[in-house]
């Protein structure tokens, strides 16, 4: 959406204005709260008194003129910004592009990140709304009444109004934070007015009949000005004085009609029939009137004091004041017909829209076009522009233009058709493309065969756009393409994403793009990961040449998720810092998915254990805000900083991040590589919830003897650490050997798939099987294969995770004359670094440090775990009960902060137990 600057222009104070210091004075008082509210109907010069309080003070001002558009809660959030960096440059860039994106965040995320940016201006500044009361829409009032109650103390709000808007206006009140300017504030008093109409409207009125106008207006400055712009010229000033009383909208039709007919033809005509338009500028009017004096004209109107007002320094755009326009629309609907000779309203607005269309304002052309109800012509400007708003993200624009449009004439525009699937695909209403599919589909044979074309034109088959329409057989490819991906039919993906690489030509960049990106996903599917990479690389590189930068994120991110799981995390370090760079070489405002960016880099380094690094990233991230991150990927934030506090031993704070992770999980088209749900059982297993574990299981169908797919493959390695801790609390020989298995089957298909990420992983619950097994050898033998993996890519976490049994094999490592020796000792430094070192006299009184002493007991059935014995073996061994063994054990657990008996042989190692 393009910005009218003229939105944003502060008008300036006239030159001759009545002084008003007993009102300006109120409004100097007031800054110290909140709110200044200016409410008053029209005509009581609500907009002159804040223009002449602004110039009479240096504080950096936001001002902002509301119109019924901005009731649109995008619209009017995106003005909002652009008004705000008038005090700040650059002041919500990030949140203009989260505005942009197909499914922006929630109200509460954009207000929470605007309410931030708008908390680093430094120094104190003036926000002003003008003409609140055109805004109807709840979701508005809402975020104002959020900035409101959230105000930054630099910041204060001044509202002009014509009714008083859905604030807590009471609350603000009681607490001293409001300060109002009502209609009897704002009427002008016995000397103002005299003031007023003899020195700025250079009238030479008695005191009689100036008293007897401000009785009649009640002080209301646009009747007067009206009845001043009515006295003059007249011979008898207080006959006519005398000759009108009423309402202020009574008065205001007859001083209306009074002042038009004081005008010449020509100035009647230019005032009625240009007073539908927005905003006025001379060329816009020499096009509406088929005139060429149109500039000339609004100077004129301008001096003559004709409720015109500037828009901008340069005066080349200029607007009516608002009760001036409504009266003078009024009058044009009665005035104007199909047989006068400027043509009906119809035919005004339909040469606003063609001058604006040849303007390049684009939006504004579609929407006069739309009020005269020249759809056709509204049609052809939409597809005209439609790759523009294709690739600059605007589908919500184009989908209301579209439901504007009639029906019928959108389903003989092939190319209106797709542009139509493109929207609401883009908007998340894939169910509801699926009729306009169908209609596009049924001319998709004329846009390739001459013979087929002559009967679609003969059928009624309208196209303004023939490039569009020559590639309409490739945009149903692609949406053929996204069906099939959206049914999970691989085949069917591959094969449609294919046929629009097929039907593509070199110029068609997005679509290659698109193409070759879904070829990938067809791979990744089906984990031939080395294929997808490839084709998700080549469709990057599309993207890259087209300018598609934040697409160009999107694919970096699952290009990293393919390197991890292959163990690669020097491609991903180089991943991330390369598309890093190409965003920053944009500048600002910075890109959608930047952020997401330093939320890979800091799951990079917590792989490598570097924790430290990793918190900073997340900084960075959370500093950028929701405005720098792809919608679609916003929960891989909260599940990065999940990832980081289980790391760092805070395993409520991960659980807690994750269900925040969820509830901002998007449905996306590629699947999850590590999903959400299945980060949280891993999380209940460190925490020993086995029963909320096993109902992840359940509810997921997960289990030992499923067949082995790669889009499953986190979620059995997950199920197999839940079996080897449930084995540990029951210790069962046929689960024990079921879970070998499992470990052993998980392994052989990671190991063919070249999944060495996956590998490293699934080695170390080897180790673990292996040494609860007793082949102590076998167990030392695959973590050193697990070492040796892991050591050239740095791959550190989840050895970092395995616990206390781990550490006492690496320990042995260090001491032997094995190749990993050198990387054991570097995982040994960094868990002394999380868990700090344990010296000689340390371990000597660490024993006393438990939260509670061992009973001898309990001690004695410590010092048989070591042996291998089972609890059933154990309890034989000391003539007790089986359940009775199983208390001590877990007893020792609680006591000594472990979760298995390997932690807890190692545990007693360290405290001299053994």
């Known amino acids: 959406m393009s910005i009218l600057n003229t939105k944003l222009y502060t008008p300036p104070a006239r030159a001759k204005v009545v002084a008003r210091p007993r009102l300006l004075d109120r409004i100097t008082e007031g800054v110290a709260g909140r709110l200044t509210l200016v409410s008053a109907p029209a005509g009581f010069g609500k907009t002159t008194l804040v223009s002449s309080w602004l110039s009479q003070h240096d504080q950096p001002v936001a001002w902002l003129s509301l119109d019924e558009r901005d009731s649109d809660f995008t619209r009017f959030l995106t003005y909002l910004i652009a008004a705000l960096q008038a005090v700040k440059p650059g002041l919500g860039d990030g949140i203009m592009n989260m505005l942009k994106a197909p499914q922006p965040p929630t109200a509460e995320a954009i207000l929470t990140e605007l309410h931030d940016e708008i908390s680093s201006v430094v120094h104190a500044f003036i926000l002003v709304l003008d003409d609140y009361h055109v805004i109807d829409a709840p979701p508005v009032d809402e975020a104002l009444n959020f900035l409101i109650e959230h105000l930054p103390p630099q910041m204060h709000v001044v509202i002009t109004t014509r009714e008083d808007p859905p604030l807590p206006l009471p609350r603000l009140r009681a607490r001293g934070q409001l300060t109002e300017l009502r209609a009897e504030d704002l009427r002008f008093i016995p000397s103002e007015a005299a003031q007023f109409l003899n020195e700025v409207m250079g009238l030479n009125l008695s005191a009689e009949n100036i008293a007897t106008l401000e009785a009649r207006t009640e002080g209301w400055i646009a009747g007067l000005q009206l009845a001043a712009l009515s006295v003059r010229g007249r011979s008898d000033p207080a006959g006519f004085i005398e000759a009108f009383t009423g309402s202020h909208r009574y008065v205001a039709d007859y001083l209306i009609a009074e002042v038009l007919e004081q005008q010449p033809e020509g100035i009647q005509t230019f005032l009625l029939h240009t007073s539908f338009l927005d905003r006025l500028s001379g060329p816009l ?31 080349r755009w200029y607007r009516y004041h608002h009760l001036f326009a409504d009266i003078l629309r009024r009058r ?35 929407r006069y076009m739309l009020a005269a109800q020249d759809f056709d012509r509204a049609a052809d400007i939409i597809e005209m522009i439609g790759p ?119 110029k068609d960049v997005l679509a290659r793009g698109a193409a070759t990106a879904m070829l990938g996903i ?48 020097t491609d991903v370090k180089k991943l991330y810092e390369e598309s890093l760079q190409l965003a920053q070489q944009q500048g600002k405002p910075v890109l959608i998915g930047t952020a997401d960016l330093h939320g890979g880099l800091s799951d990079l380094c917590r792989r490598r254990g570097d924790l430290e690094t990793a918190a900073r990233h997340l900084e ?17 934030r909260s599940v990065a900083a999940a990832r980081l506090q289980q790391a760092k031993g805070d395993l409520k704070s991960a659980f807690d991040l994750l269900e925040e992770a969820e509830r901002l999980q998007q449905p996306f088209p590629i699947p999850e590589m590590r999903p959400v749900a299945a980060l949280k059982a891993r999380v209940l297993i460190a925490q020993g919830h086995l029963m909320d574990a096993q109902t992840w299981a359940l509810e997921h169908r997960l289990s ?18 839940l079996m080897i801790a449930h084995y540990e609390r029951e210790e069962s020989a046929e689960e024990l050997l079921e879970v070998s298995d499992f470990v052993e089957r998980l392994l052989a298909a990671a190991e063919e798939g070249g999944r060495t990420g996956r590998m490293v992983e699934i080695l170390l619950l080897r ?67 999380r868990t700090g070192p344990m010296t000689d006299s340390t371990q000597r009184g660490a024993a006393s440090d438990l939260v509670e002493p061992l009973t001898p007991r309990e ?32 007893n020792v657990y609680g006591k000594m902060d472990v979760r298995h008996r390997m932690e807890a042989v190692v545990r007693a190692r360290e405290l001299n137990l053994l």
């Open 332 to 366: 044009l609907q009665e005035n104007l017909s199909s047989n006068t000779r400027q043509g009906s309203l119809s035919e005004l607005q339909r040469r606003a829209g063609n001058w604006f269309d040849a303007e390049g304002l684009h939006h504004e052309a579609i």
């Open 620 to 636: 960075v991230a959370e500093k950028l805000g929701e405005g720098a991150a792809l919608p679609e990927h916003r929960f891989r």
């Open 767 to 833: 180790v673990w099987v292996q040494q609860t097994q007793g082949k102590s050898i076998s167990a030392m033998s695959s973590l050193e294969h697990a070492l040796n993996l892991a050591e050239s890519e740095g791959i550190a976490d989840v050895f970092l995770n395995e616990g206390g049994f781990l550490q006492d094999l690496l320990r042995r490592l260090v001491t032997s004359s094995s190749e990993g020796r050198s990387f054991a000792r570097h995982l040994l430094s960094l868990l002394s670094e």
């Open 285 to 315: 009017c020499d096009a509406v009137l088929e005139t060429a004096s149109s500039q000339k004209t609004l100077e004129d109107l301008l001096r003559a004091n004709l409720f015109v007002i500037p828009l901008d320094d340069e005066r």
């Open 704 to 721: 030992s003897k499923d067949d082995l797919s790669f889009l499953r493959e986190f979620e059995h390695i997950t199920l197999a650490r």
């Open 522 to 569: 067809a791979s990744w599917v089906s984990g031939d990961l080395e294929t997808a990479y490839r084709s998700f690389s080549t469709g990057m590189a599309h993207l890259t040449k087209e300018g598609s930068f934040s697409d160009v994120i999107g694919g970096t991110l699952v290009l990293a998720d393919i390197r991890v799981v292959q163990g690669r995390l």
């Open 388 to 506: 523009v708003i294709r690739r600059s993200r605007q589908e919500v624009a184009m989908f209301n233009w579209l439901k504007a449009l009639p029906e019928e004439l959108i389903r003989v525009r092939p190319v209106l058709c797709a542009e139509y699937v493109w929207a609401l695909i883009s908007i998340g209403q894939l169910a509801f493309a699926e009729d306009w599919f169908n209609y596009a589909v049924q001319w998709e044979d004329a846009a390739v065969n001459a013979e087929a074309r002559q009967k679609a034109v003969a059928a009624g088959m309208v196209v303004a756009n023939e490039e569009e329409f020559r590639s309409l057989p490739m945009r149903i490819a692609i949406y053929q393409a996204i069906r099939a991906q959206a049914q999970g039919d691989v085949l069917g993906t591959a094969k449609y994403a294919q046929r629009t690489l097929d039907l593509s030509t070199e």
């Open 859 to 890: 001690i004695e059935i410590l010092r048989l775990i070591p042996t291998g014995m089972t609890n059933q073996e154990i309890a034989d061994h000391l003539f007790i009960s089986l359940a009775t063994v199983k208390r001590h054990i877990s």
